[in-house]
Nanobody
Framework: QVQPVESGGGLVQAGGSLRLSCAAS????????MGWFRQTPGKEREFVAT????????DYADSVKGRFTISRDNANNTVYLQMNSLKPEDTAVYYC????????????????WGQGTQVTVSS
């Protein structure tokens, strides 16, 4: 089984950029679809972006489309989330997740989760 570990979160001003990384150990990384999700206190975890095992299919939430880019490097077992033009409403804990099947938007369909990384966007 694969174990994701996120990094790259932090504090940034509105309009700024951050790149999140998710390094996955164990398992066969290229066999997993990967997703980024986020959660704020009192709310359910929500879909941000997903990428297919080969990287050829990506999907984005409407709220981040055009600002965020998901990518993966199968040689280095890492998936990335480049976040540009950040807004205060992007503030959340961001989670990386793996699914041993095709990519989907629902977080309940993902099998393996990282511990999360905090992203805070100040206005």
């Amino acid at each position: 089984q694969v174990q994701p570990v996120e990094s790259g979160g932090g504090l940034v001003q509105a309009g700024g950029s951050l790149r999140l990384s998710c390094a996955a150990s164990g398992g066969t990384f290229r066999s997993y679809a990967m997703g980024w999700f986020r959660q704020t206190p009192g709310k359910e975890r929500e879909f941000v972006a997903t990428i297919s095992w080969g990287g050829g299919i990506t999907d984005y939430a409407d709220s981040v489309k055009g600002r965020f880019t998901i990518s993966r490097d199968n040689a280095n077992n890492t998936v990335y989330l480049q976040m540009n033009s950040l807004k205060p409403e992007d503030t959340a804990v961001y989670y990386c997740a793996a699914r041993a099947a095709s990519s989907r938007r629902s977080p309940t369909l993902y099998d393996y989760w990282g511990q999360g990384t905090q992203v805070t966007v100040s206005s």
